[in-house]
Protein backbone atom coordinates (compact mmCIF):
# COMPACT_ATOMS: atom_id res chain seq x y z
CA UNK A 1 0.00 0.00 0.00
CA UNK A 2 1.53 3.31 -0.95
CA UNK A 3 1.89 6.67 0.94
CA UNK A 4 0.63 9.61 -0.71
CA UNK A 5 2.85 12.81 -0.27
CA UNK A 6 0.93 15.65 -2.16
CA UNK A 7 4.04 17.43 -1.87
CA UNK A 8 5.98 15.81 -3.40
CA UNK A 9 3.34 14.45 -6.63
CA UNK A 10 3.24 17.90 -6.89
CA UNK A 11 6.97 18.59 -7.37
CA UNK A 12 7.00 15.75 -9.36
CA UNK A 13 4.39 16.58 -12.16
CA UNK A 14 5.65 20.23 -11.88
CA UNK A 15 7.69 19.26 -15.14
CA UNK A 16 5.77 16.30 -16.65
CA UNK A 17 5.31 17.32 -20.36
CA UNK A 18 1.95 15.50 -20.39
CA UNK A 19 -1.54 15.86 -18.46
CA UNK A 20 -1.32 14.08 -15.19
CA UNK A 21 -4.32 13.77 -12.64
CA UNK A 22 -5.28 11.59 -9.39
CA UNK A 23 -8.41 10.65 -9.07
CA UNK A 24 -10.54 9.09 -6.10
CA UNK A 25 -11.87 5.72 -7.17
CA UNK A 26 -15.12 5.81 -5.90
CA UNK A 27 -18.62 6.91 -6.65
CA UNK A 28 -18.19 10.46 -6.71
CA UNK A 29 -14.59 10.27 -8.54
CA UNK A 30 -13.67 13.64 -7.05
CA UNK A 31 -10.16 15.02 -8.51
CA UNK A 32 -7.59 15.11 -5.82
CA UNK A 33 -4.70 16.62 -8.02
CA UNK A 34 -3.96 18.03 -11.53
CA UNK A 35 -0.86 19.04 -13.26
CA UNK A 36 -0.35 22.45 -15.14
CA UNK A 37 0.23 20.49 -18.05
CA UNK A 38 -3.47 19.01 -17.87
CA UNK A 39 -4.97 22.40 -16.89
CA UNK A 40 -3.24 23.79 -20.64
CA UNK A 41 -4.99 20.68 -22.43
CA UNK A 42 -8.35 21.93 -20.97
CA UNK A 43 -7.08 25.86 -21.97
CA UNK A 44 -7.43 26.89 -17.81
CA UNK A 45 -4.84 29.30 -16.98
CA UNK A 46 -5.80 28.14 -12.74
CA UNK A 47 -7.12 25.41 -11.29
CA UNK A 48 -10.24 27.68 -10.27
CA UNK A 49 -11.02 27.78 -13.66
CA UNK A 50 -10.16 24.16 -14.07
CA UNK A 51 -12.85 23.51 -11.07
CA UNK A 52 -15.62 25.65 -11.94
CA UNK A 53 -15.20 23.92 -15.80
CA UNK A 54 -15.53 20.28 -13.87
CA UNK A 55 -16.87 20.34 -10.97
CA UNK A 56 -13.37 18.96 -9.81
CA UNK A 57 -14.78 15.35 -10.81
CA UNK A 58 -14.10 13.09 -13.63
CA UNK A 59 -17.85 13.13 -14.82
CA UNK A 60 -17.13 17.03 -15.03
CA UNK A 61 -14.00 15.82 -17.26
CA UNK A 62 -15.30 13.61 -19.55
CA UNK A 63 -17.96 14.77 -22.22
CA UNK A 64 -21.36 13.24 -21.65
CA UNK A 65 -22.25 11.73 -24.11
CA UNK A 66 -18.73 9.94 -24.01
CA UNK A 67 -18.69 8.98 -19.93
CA UNK A 68 -20.33 5.88 -19.84
CA UNK A 69 -18.39 4.35 -22.13
CA UNK A 70 -15.46 5.47 -20.95
CA UNK A 71 -16.18 4.64 -17.64
CA UNK A 72 -17.04 1.26 -18.61
CA UNK A 73 -14.27 0.66 -20.20
CA UNK A 74 -11.59 2.12 -17.61
CA UNK A 75 -13.46 -0.50 -15.09
CA UNK A 76 -13.27 -3.85 -17.22
CA UNK A 77 -9.74 -3.24 -18.47
CA UNK A 78 -8.86 -2.77 -14.48
CA UNK A 79 -10.71 -5.53 -13.60
CA UNK A 80 -8.77 -7.81 -16.22
CA UNK A 81 -5.27 -6.33 -15.78
CA UNK A 82 -2.60 -8.11 -13.80
CA UNK A 83 -1.47 -4.53 -13.26
CA UNK A 84 -4.21 -2.74 -13.07
CA UNK A 85 -3.70 -0.40 -15.67
CA UNK A 86 -6.61 0.58 -18.69
CA UNK A 87 -6.17 3.17 -21.51
CA UNK A 88 -8.91 4.84 -22.91
CA UNK A 89 -9.73 7.41 -25.56
CA UNK A 90 -12.86 10.25 -24.85
CA UNK A 91 -13.30 13.60 -25.81
CA UNK A 92 -13.84 16.45 -23.33
CA UNK A 93 -14.94 20.49 -23.85
CA UNK A 94 -12.29 23.10 -22.72
CA UNK A 95 -13.06 25.84 -21.18
CA UNK A 96 -12.61 27.70 -24.83
CA UNK A 97 -15.52 25.58 -25.84
CA UNK A 98 -13.34 23.50 -28.33
CA UNK A 99 -13.92 19.39 -28.37
CA UNK A 100 -10.84 17.34 -28.19
CA UNK A 101 -9.69 13.49 -28.22
CA UNK A 102 -7.42 13.28 -25.51
CA UNK A 103 -5.63 9.56 -24.50
CA UNK A 104 -6.47 8.15 -20.40
CA UNK A 105 -4.16 5.97 -19.15
CA UNK A 106 -5.07 4.90 -15.80
CA UNK A 107 -3.52 2.54 -13.08
CA UNK A 108 -5.44 1.55 -9.98
CA UNK A 109 -3.27 2.25 -6.91
CA UNK A 110 -4.01 1.39 -3.02
CA UNK A 111 -3.02 4.41 -0.43
CA UNK A 112 -3.33 4.94 3.44
CA UNK A 113 -4.22 8.22 3.31
CA UNK A 114 -6.59 8.43 0.20
CA UNK A 115 -7.97 4.65 -0.15
CA UNK A 116 -7.83 3.48 -4.09
CA UNK A 117 -7.16 6.47 -5.97
CA UNK A 118 -6.32 6.24 -10.02
CA UNK A 119 -3.14 7.89 -11.50
CA UNK A 120 -4.06 9.21 -14.62
CA UNK A 121 -2.01 10.35 -17.58
CA UNK A 122 -3.68 12.81 -20.42
CA UNK A 123 -2.82 13.92 -23.66
CA UNK A 124 -4.65 15.18 -26.58
CA UNK A 125 -4.58 12.57 -29.26
CA UNK A 126 -7.13 14.80 -31.45
CA UNK A 127 -4.57 15.12 -34.54
CA UNK A 128 -3.97 11.35 -34.50
CA UNK A 129 -7.54 10.55 -33.69
CA UNK A 130 -8.49 12.82 -36.36
CA UNK A 131 -5.76 10.95 -38.67
CA UNK A 132 -7.63 7.70 -38.08
CA UNK A 133 -10.52 8.87 -39.18
CA UNK A 134 -9.89 10.26 -42.35
CA UNK A 135 -7.78 6.71 -42.43
CA UNK A 136 -11.32 5.09 -41.78
CA UNK A 137 -13.30 7.39 -43.64
CA UNK A 138 -10.81 6.96 -46.91
CA UNK A 139 -10.72 3.34 -46.32
CA UNK A 140 -14.78 2.94 -46.27
CA UNK A 141 -14.71 5.09 -49.16
CA UNK A 142 -12.52 2.71 -51.22
CA UNK A 143 -14.49 -0.34 -49.75
CA UNK A 144 -17.63 1.66 -50.94
CA UNK A 145 -15.64 2.22 -54.56
CA UNK A 146 -14.88 -0.98 -55.11
CA UNK A 147 -18.17 -1.79 -54.25
CA UNK A 148 -19.50 0.92 -56.35
CA UNK A 149 -17.22 0.03 -59.39
CA UNK A 150 -18.16 -3.96 -58.93
CA UNK A 151 -21.99 -2.84 -59.57
CA UNK A 152 -21.06 -0.85 -62.24
CA UNK A 153 -19.39 -3.62 -64.15
CA UNK A 154 -22.23 -5.94 -63.04
CA UNK A 155 -24.53 -3.50 -64.38
CA UNK A 156 -22.22 -3.05 -67.71
CA UNK A 157 -22.54 -7.03 -68.26
CA UNK A 158 -25.67 -7.07 -67.81
CA UNK A 159 -26.57 -3.96 -70.53
CA UNK A 160 -24.28 -5.76 -72.82
CA UNK A 161 -26.07 -9.25 -72.13
CA UNK A 162 -29.33 -6.86 -72.73
CA UNK A 163 -28.14 -5.36 -75.98
CA UNK A 164 -26.36 -8.70 -77.24
CA UNK A 165 -30.08 -10.16 -76.86
CA UNK A 166 -31.94 -7.21 -77.74
CA UNK A 167 -29.89 -7.36 -81.24
CA UNK A 168 -30.33 -10.61 -81.65
CA UNK A 169 -33.98 -10.74 -80.95
CA UNK A 170 -34.06 -7.66 -82.98
CA UNK A 171 -32.38 -9.10 -86.20
CA UNK A 172 -34.92 -12.41 -85.83
CA UNK A 173 -38.26 -9.50 -85.30
CA UNK A 174 -36.66 -8.06 -88.87
CA UNK A 175 -35.80 -11.16 -90.43
CA UNK A 176 -39.96 -12.39 -89.76
CA UNK A 177 -41.50 -9.64 -91.42
CA UNK A 178 -38.85 -9.70 -94.18
CA UNK A 179 -39.01 -13.08 -94.52
CA UNK A 180 -42.83 -12.62 -95.46
CA UNK A 181 -42.12 -9.99 -97.53
CA UNK A 182 -39.63 -11.89 -99.96
CA UNK A 183 -41.54 -14.76 -99.87
CA UNK A 184 -45.44 -13.27 -100.66
CA UNK A 185 -43.33 -11.69 -103.45
CA UNK A 186 -42.20 -14.38 -104.75
CA UNK A 187 -45.68 -16.31 -104.69
CA UNK A 188 -47.16 -13.09 -106.06
CA UNK A 189 -44.83 -12.95 -109.10
CA UNK A 190 -46.17 -16.78 -109.75
CA UNK A 191 -49.71 -16.04 -109.75
CA UNK A 192 -49.61 -12.63 -111.24
CA UNK A 193 -52.61 -14.15 -113.29
CA UNK A 194 -54.85 -15.32 -109.90
CA UNK A 195 -56.69 -12.34 -108.94
CA UNK A 196 -58.04 -13.70 -105.46
CA UNK A 197 -54.43 -15.41 -104.42
CA UNK A 198 -52.61 -12.29 -105.80
CA UNK A 199 -54.34 -10.29 -104.18
CA UNK A 200 -53.83 -12.18 -100.72
CA UNK A 201 -50.17 -12.24 -100.99
CA UNK A 202 -49.94 -8.35 -101.60
CA UNK A 203 -52.40 -7.85 -98.42
CA UNK A 204 -49.38 -10.00 -96.40
CA UNK A 205 -46.67 -8.00 -97.92
CA UNK A 206 -48.67 -4.82 -96.15
CA UNK A 207 -48.84 -5.86 -92.71
CA UNK A 208 -45.43 -7.38 -93.12
CA UNK A 209 -44.24 -4.14 -94.69
CA UNK A 210 -46.26 -2.46 -91.26
CA UNK A 211 -44.83 -4.37 -88.45
CA UNK A 212 -40.96 -3.65 -89.90
CA UNK A 213 -41.62 0.07 -90.30
CA UNK A 214 -43.38 0.11 -86.73
CA UNK A 215 -40.53 -1.44 -85.60
CA UNK A 216 -38.52 1.33 -87.17
CA UNK A 217 -40.67 3.91 -85.41
CA UNK A 218 -40.24 2.64 -82.10
CA UNK A 219 -36.27 2.39 -82.46
CA UNK A 220 -36.79 6.19 -83.45
CA UNK A 221 -38.84 7.49 -80.86
CA UNK A 222 -36.40 5.67 -78.31
CA UNK A 223 -33.30 7.72 -79.84
CA UNK A 224 -35.26 10.89 -79.68
CA UNK A 225 -36.21 10.31 -76.13
CA UNK A 226 -32.72 9.18 -74.54
CA UNK A 227 -31.58 11.72 -76.22
CA UNK A 228 -33.99 14.15 -74.36
CA UNK A 229 -35.43 15.95 -77.53
CA UNK A 230 -39.37 15.44 -76.37
CA UNK A 231 -40.56 18.63 -77.16
CA UNK A 232 -43.80 19.22 -75.24
CA UNK A 233 -47.16 21.23 -76.86
CA UNK A 234 -49.92 22.62 -75.10
CA UNK A 235 -53.26 22.58 -76.99
CA UNK A 236 -56.79 22.51 -76.16
CA UNK A 237 -58.25 19.02 -76.43
CA UNK A 238 -61.75 17.82 -75.28
CA UNK A 239 -59.44 14.53 -72.72
CA UNK A 240 -62.90 12.16 -73.02
CA UNK A 241 -62.38 12.26 -76.82
CA UNK A 242 -58.78 11.37 -76.80
CA UNK A 243 -59.75 8.64 -74.81
CA UNK A 244 -61.90 7.75 -77.33
CA UNK A 245 -59.75 7.76 -80.20
CA UNK A 246 -57.01 5.68 -78.33
CA UNK A 247 -59.16 2.96 -77.21
CA UNK A 248 -60.19 3.00 -80.87
CA UNK A 249 -56.75 2.29 -82.31
CA UNK A 250 -57.20 -0.91 -80.55
CA UNK A 251 -60.62 -1.78 -81.54
CA UNK A 252 -60.25 -3.75 -84.96
CA UNK A 253 -57.09 -5.81 -83.51
CA UNK A 254 -59.53 -6.91 -79.87
CA UNK A 255 -62.63 -7.83 -82.40
CA UNK A 256 -60.21 -10.12 -84.63
CA UNK A 257 -59.41 -11.96 -81.17
CA UNK A 258 -62.82 -11.45 -79.87
CA UNK A 259 -61.92 -9.73 -77.00
CA UNK A 260 -64.46 -7.50 -74.67
CA UNK A 261 -63.25 -4.20 -74.16
CA UNK A 262 -65.64 -2.44 -71.46
CA UNK A 263 -65.59 1.31 -70.57
CA UNK A 264 -65.94 2.61 -67.21
CA UNK A 265 -65.53 6.65 -68.31
CA UNK A 266 -66.41 8.67 -65.81
CA UNK A 267 -64.93 11.87 -67.09
CA UNK A 268 -66.46 15.17 -67.38
CA UNK A 269 -66.13 17.07 -71.39
CA UNK A 270 -63.31 18.66 -69.59
CA UNK A 271 -61.07 20.70 -71.69
CA UNK A 272 -57.69 20.76 -70.89
CA UNK A 273 -54.37 21.93 -71.53
CA UNK A 274 -52.30 18.49 -73.10
CA UNK A 275 -49.88 17.09 -75.97
CA UNK A 276 -52.58 14.77 -77.36
CA UNK A 277 -49.79 13.23 -79.66
CA UNK A 278 -47.74 12.21 -76.54
CA UNK A 279 -50.78 10.96 -74.40
CA UNK A 280 -52.03 8.60 -76.93
CA UNK A 281 -48.97 7.08 -77.96
CA UNK A 282 -48.24 6.65 -74.00
CA UNK A 283 -51.65 5.27 -72.96
CA UNK A 284 -52.17 3.33 -76.47
CA UNK A 285 -48.58 1.54 -75.67
CA UNK A 286 -50.43 0.38 -72.48
CA UNK A 287 -53.83 -0.53 -74.47
CA UNK A 288 -51.90 -2.29 -77.60
CA UNK A 289 -49.93 -4.54 -74.58
CA UNK A 290 -53.13 -5.79 -73.38
CA UNK A 291 -54.56 -6.23 -76.28
CA UNK A 292 -51.65 -8.40 -77.69
CA UNK A 293 -51.01 -10.22 -74.23
CA UNK A 294 -54.93 -10.91 -73.62
CA UNK A 295 -55.73 -14.74 -75.02
CA UNK A 296 -58.97 -14.58 -77.40
CA UNK A 297 -62.48 -14.19 -76.12
CA UNK A 298 -60.81 -12.10 -72.89
CA UNK A 299 -61.22 -9.08 -71.12
CA UNK A 300 -60.21 -5.95 -71.10
CA UNK A 301 -61.68 -3.23 -69.08
CA UNK A 302 -60.41 0.77 -69.35
CA UNK A 303 -61.33 2.75 -66.94
CA UNK A 304 -61.01 6.57 -66.17
CA UNK A 305 -62.12 9.20 -63.89
CA UNK A 306 -61.09 12.40 -62.56
CA UNK A 307 -60.37 14.17 -59.03
CA UNK A 308 -61.53 17.70 -57.89
CA UNK A 309 -59.79 20.79 -59.42
CA UNK A 310 -56.91 21.91 -57.10
CA UNK A 311 -56.83 25.67 -56.37
CA UNK A 312 -53.93 25.97 -59.27
CA UNK A 313 -56.41 24.98 -62.14
CA UNK A 314 -54.91 21.24 -62.14
CA UNK A 315 -56.81 18.38 -62.01
CA UNK A 316 -55.31 15.25 -61.69
CA UNK A 317 -56.85 12.47 -64.46
CA UNK A 318 -56.80 8.74 -63.62
CA UNK A 319 -56.47 5.92 -66.63
CA UNK A 320 -56.44 2.37 -65.91
CA UNK A 321 -55.96 -0.95 -68.21
CA UNK A 322 -56.66 -3.97 -66.84
CA UNK A 323 -56.87 -7.45 -68.76
CA UNK A 324 -57.18 -10.64 -68.17
CA UNK A 325 -53.93 -11.86 -70.49
CA UNK A 326 -50.75 -13.70 -69.51
CA UNK A 327 -49.72 -11.79 -66.64
CA UNK A 328 -46.28 -10.52 -65.43
CA UNK A 329 -43.77 -12.04 -63.64
CA UNK A 330 -42.43 -11.04 -60.19
CA UNK A 331 -38.65 -10.30 -61.44
CA UNK A 332 -39.61 -8.81 -65.01
CA UNK A 333 -41.63 -6.00 -63.06
CA UNK A 334 -38.52 -4.94 -61.76
CA UNK A 335 -37.62 -4.07 -65.07
CA UNK A 336 -40.19 -3.94 -67.71
CA UNK A 337 -39.48 0.01 -68.15
CA UNK A 338 -35.96 -0.93 -69.00
CA UNK A 339 -35.38 -0.26 -72.64
CA UNK A 340 -35.04 -3.47 -75.36
CA UNK A 341 -36.11 -5.40 -72.34
CA UNK A 342 -38.67 -8.21 -72.66
CA UNK A 343 -40.28 -11.02 -70.68
CA UNK A 344 -39.77 -13.52 -73.44
CA UNK A 345 -38.85 -13.25 -77.29
CA UNK A 346 -41.54 -13.15 -80.01
CA UNK A 347 -40.58 -16.52 -80.74
CA UNK A 348 -42.26 -17.48 -77.87
CA UNK A 349 -44.94 -14.35 -77.37
CA UNK A 350 -46.06 -14.55 -81.03
CA UNK A 351 -45.43 -10.56 -81.61
CA UNK A 352 -43.01 -8.57 -83.02
CA UNK A 353 -41.35 -5.77 -81.33
CA UNK A 354 -37.83 -4.70 -79.76
CA UNK A 355 -39.34 -4.54 -75.96
CA UNK A 356 -39.50 -0.43 -75.83
CA UNK A 357 -43.35 0.15 -75.79
CA UNK A 358 -43.60 0.58 -71.69
CA UNK A 359 -40.24 2.64 -71.96
CA UNK A 360 -41.55 4.96 -74.55
CA UNK A 361 -44.94 5.18 -72.34
CA UNK A 362 -43.10 6.12 -69.08
CA UNK A 363 -41.13 8.53 -70.73
CA UNK A 364 -43.54 10.67 -73.17
CA UNK A 365 -46.53 10.53 -70.29
CA UNK A 366 -43.55 11.68 -67.65
CA UNK A 367 -42.65 14.25 -69.98
CA UNK A 368 -46.34 15.45 -69.07
CA UNK A 369 -46.03 14.64 -65.40
CA UNK A 370 -47.52 11.31 -65.73
CA UNK A 371 -46.58 8.26 -63.37
CA UNK A 372 -47.28 4.40 -64.41
CA UNK A 373 -48.00 2.02 -61.75
CA UNK A 374 -48.71 -1.95 -62.24
CA UNK A 375 -49.99 -4.62 -60.81
CA UNK A 376 -49.83 -8.41 -61.80
CA UNK A 377 -49.77 -11.86 -61.26
CA UNK A 378 -48.28 -14.36 -63.60
CA UNK A 379 -50.94 -16.14 -65.47
CA UNK A 380 -53.45 -13.88 -63.90
CA UNK A 381 -53.59 -10.96 -65.96
CA UNK A 382 -52.65 -7.08 -65.09
CA UNK A 383 -53.90 -4.00 -64.17
CA UNK A 384 -51.64 -0.50 -65.29
CA UNK A 385 -52.80 2.72 -63.80
CA UNK A 386 -51.40 6.22 -65.72
CA UNK A 387 -51.88 9.45 -62.84
CA UNK A 388 -51.66 12.47 -64.41
CA UNK A 389 -52.40 16.21 -64.17
CA UNK A 390 -53.98 18.71 -66.56
CA UNK A 391 -54.73 22.37 -66.61
CA UNK A 392 -58.18 22.79 -67.04
CA UNK A 393 -58.76 25.02 -70.33
CA UNK A 394 -61.86 27.16 -71.25
CA UNK A 395 -60.96 27.89 -74.87
CA UNK A 396 -62.51 25.73 -77.89
CA UNK A 397 -61.35 22.38 -77.75
CA UNK A 398 -58.82 20.59 -80.87
CA UNK A 399 -60.21 17.85 -82.35
CA UNK A 400 -58.14 15.02 -82.86
CA UNK A 401 -59.44 12.69 -85.82
CA UNK A 402 -57.65 10.84 -88.73
CA UNK A 403 -57.08 13.09 -91.23
CA UNK A 404 -58.80 12.16 -95.22
CA UNK A 405 -57.17 12.05 -98.21
CA UNK A 406 -56.49 15.66 -99.55
CA UNK A 407 -59.21 15.50 -102.74
CA UNK A 408 -57.85 14.89 -105.77
CA UNK A 409 -57.04 18.34 -107.92
CA UNK A 410 -58.88 18.71 -110.66
CA UNK A 411 -56.36 20.73 -112.38
CA UNK A 412 -53.48 17.74 -111.74
CA UNK A 413 -55.16 15.70 -114.65
CA UNK A 414 -51.97 16.09 -116.96
CA UNK A 415 -51.15 19.60 -116.05
CA UNK A 416 -49.01 19.78 -112.65
CA UNK A 417 -45.65 19.39 -113.67
CA UNK A 418 -43.18 17.61 -110.49
CA UNK A 419 -39.48 17.67 -110.59
CA UNK A 420 -38.62 15.07 -108.63
CA UNK A 421 -34.97 14.85 -106.97
CA UNK A 422 -33.69 11.19 -106.11
CA UNK A 423 -30.60 9.56 -105.98
CA UNK A 424 -31.92 6.00 -105.31
CA UNK A 425 -32.95 4.77 -108.70
CA UNK A 426 -35.79 2.24 -107.28
CA UNK A 427 -37.27 5.32 -105.32
CA UNK A 428 -37.60 7.22 -108.00
CA UNK A 429 -39.04 5.01 -110.45
CA UNK A 430 -41.31 4.22 -108.08
CA UNK A 431 -42.64 7.76 -106.89
CA UNK A 432 -42.65 8.13 -110.32
CA UNK A 433 -45.16 5.68 -111.19
CA UNK A 434 -47.08 6.94 -108.57
CA UNK A 435 -47.21 10.29 -109.71
CA UNK A 436 -47.74 9.27 -113.33
CA UNK A 437 -51.00 7.17 -112.00
CA UNK A 438 -52.09 10.33 -110.03
CA UNK A 439 -52.17 12.16 -113.06
CA UNK A 440 -48.93 14.70 -112.59
CA UNK A 441 -46.70 15.52 -115.31
CA UNK A 442 -42.86 14.26 -114.01
CA UNK A 443 -39.41 15.17 -114.31
CA UNK A 444 -36.82 13.31 -112.62
CA UNK A 445 -33.03 13.93 -111.61
CA UNK A 446 -30.70 11.91 -109.23
CA UNK A 447 -28.95 14.89 -107.76
CA UNK A 448 -29.36 18.53 -105.59
CA UNK A 449 -27.02 19.77 -108.40
CA UNK A 450 -29.15 18.56 -111.40
CA UNK A 451 -32.07 20.19 -109.56
CA UNK A 452 -30.84 23.69 -110.01
CA UNK A 453 -29.96 22.75 -113.60
CA UNK A 454 -33.22 21.44 -114.74
CA UNK A 455 -34.76 24.66 -113.11
CA UNK A 456 -32.46 27.18 -114.49
CA UNK A 457 -33.07 25.36 -118.05
CA UNK A 458 -36.68 25.64 -118.13
CA UNK A 459 -38.66 29.13 -118.09
CA UNK A 460 -40.41 30.18 -115.07
CA UNK A 461 -43.39 28.67 -114.11
CA UNK A 462 -42.65 25.60 -115.81
CA UNK A 463 -42.33 23.11 -111.86
CA UNK A 464 -45.25 23.55 -109.87
CA UNK A 465 -43.36 21.83 -107.25
CA UNK A 466 -40.48 20.04 -106.36
CA UNK A 467 -39.97 16.65 -104.30
CA UNK A 468 -36.88 16.65 -102.91
CA UNK A 469 -34.95 13.70 -101.29
CA UNK A 470 -32.14 14.96 -98.80
CA UNK A 471 -29.19 12.47 -98.21
CA UNK A 472 -27.85 12.66 -101.70
CA UNK A 473 -23.82 12.54 -103.14
CA UNK A 474 -23.00 15.30 -104.42
CA UNK A 475 -25.55 18.42 -103.14
CA UNK A 476 -27.91 17.23 -100.21
CA UNK A 477 -31.49 18.70 -100.57
CA UNK A 478 -30.96 21.08 -97.46
CA UNK A 479 -28.20 22.90 -99.84
CA UNK A 480 -29.97 22.37 -102.91
CA UNK A 481 -33.14 23.88 -101.57
CA UNK A 482 -30.72 27.39 -100.03
CA UNK A 483 -29.59 27.88 -103.23
CA UNK A 484 -33.02 27.18 -105.53
CA UNK A 485 -34.59 29.72 -102.99
CA UNK A 486 -31.81 32.17 -103.83
CA UNK A 487 -32.39 31.73 -107.48
CA UNK A 488 -32.80 35.05 -109.54
CA UNK A 489 -35.97 34.66 -110.29
CA UNK A 490 -39.50 35.02 -109.28
CA UNK A 491 -41.52 31.49 -109.17
CA UNK A 492 -38.95 29.54 -106.99
CA UNK A 493 -40.00 32.29 -104.14
CA UNK A 494 -43.11 30.52 -103.76
CA UNK A 495 -43.25 26.88 -105.39
CA UNK A 496 -43.48 24.05 -103.23
CA UNK A 497 -40.65 21.81 -101.98
CA UNK A 498 -41.43 19.23 -100.25
CA UNK A 499 -38.57 16.71 -98.39
CA UNK A 500 -39.52 13.32 -99.67
CA UNK A 501 -36.77 11.50 -97.34
CA UNK A 502 -35.86 8.56 -94.99
CA UNK A 503 -34.98 10.78 -92.39
CA UNK A 504 -37.84 10.41 -89.72
CA UNK A 505 -36.84 12.60 -87.30
CA UNK A 506 -38.60 15.76 -85.53
CA UNK A 507 -35.43 17.35 -86.07
CA UNK A 508 -34.65 16.35 -89.36
CA UNK A 509 -38.56 17.38 -90.08
CA UNK A 510 -37.92 21.15 -88.28
CA UNK A 511 -34.21 21.17 -90.83
CA UNK A 512 -36.31 20.71 -93.96
CA UNK A 513 -38.64 23.81 -92.63
CA UNK A 514 -35.91 25.60 -91.84
CA UNK A 515 -33.85 25.66 -95.39
CA UNK A 516 -36.48 26.60 -96.63
CA UNK A 517 -38.83 23.39 -97.67
CA UNK A 518 -42.67 23.42 -97.45
CA UNK A 519 -43.16 20.45 -95.91
CA UNK A 520 -41.70 17.26 -94.77
CA UNK A 521 -42.66 13.21 -96.12
CA UNK A 522 -41.17 10.44 -94.48
CA UNK A 523 -40.20 7.25 -96.43
CA UNK A 524 -41.91 4.86 -96.51
CA UNK A 525 -44.73 6.92 -97.95
CA UNK A 526 -48.29 5.43 -99.61
CA UNK A 527 -50.06 7.47 -101.94
CA UNK A 528 -52.90 8.81 -100.49
CA UNK A 529 -50.07 10.74 -98.30
CA UNK A 530 -48.10 12.18 -101.39
CA UNK A 531 -50.92 12.93 -103.83
CA UNK A 532 -52.86 14.97 -100.49
CA UNK A 533 -49.71 16.37 -99.68
CA UNK A 534 -49.01 17.75 -103.31
CA UNK A 535 -53.10 18.52 -104.43
CA UNK A 536 -52.47 20.29 -101.10
CA UNK A 537 -49.51 22.62 -101.88
CA UNK A 538 -50.37 22.86 -105.65
CA UNK A 539 -52.32 26.16 -106.12
Not at 209 to 227: G, Y
Amino acid sequence: MANVNMKDIREFAKNMPGGFLIIKADKQEDILFVNDALLKIFACTTQKQFVDLTDYSFKGMVLPEDYENAKQSIREQIHGSKKNSSQVEYRIKRRDGEIVWVEDCSRLVSTEDYGDVYYVFIKDVTEQHNLCEQLATRKKMEVELEKELKRELEKEKRLNGVKTTFLFNLSHDIRTPMNAIVGYTDLAKKHLKDGKGLEEYLEHVSQSSNHLLSLIDDLLEMNVIQNNEIALKNDVYNISEQLGIVIDMFRVMADDKKIKIIINDELNDDKVYMDAALFRRGLGNIVDNAVKFTRAKGTITISAKREKKSESGYVKYSFSVKDTGVGISKDFMDRMYDAFEREATSTVTGYIGPGLGLTISKKMLGAMGGVISAESKKGEGATFTVEIPFKIATGQAKTSVRKKPEKENPKSKGEHRVLLVEDIEINRLLAEQILIESGFLVESVADGSDSIEKINSNPEGYYDAILMDIQMPVMNGYEATKRIRKLKRKDVKKIPIIALSANARGEDMKMSVECGMDTHISKPFNTEELVGTLNKYIK
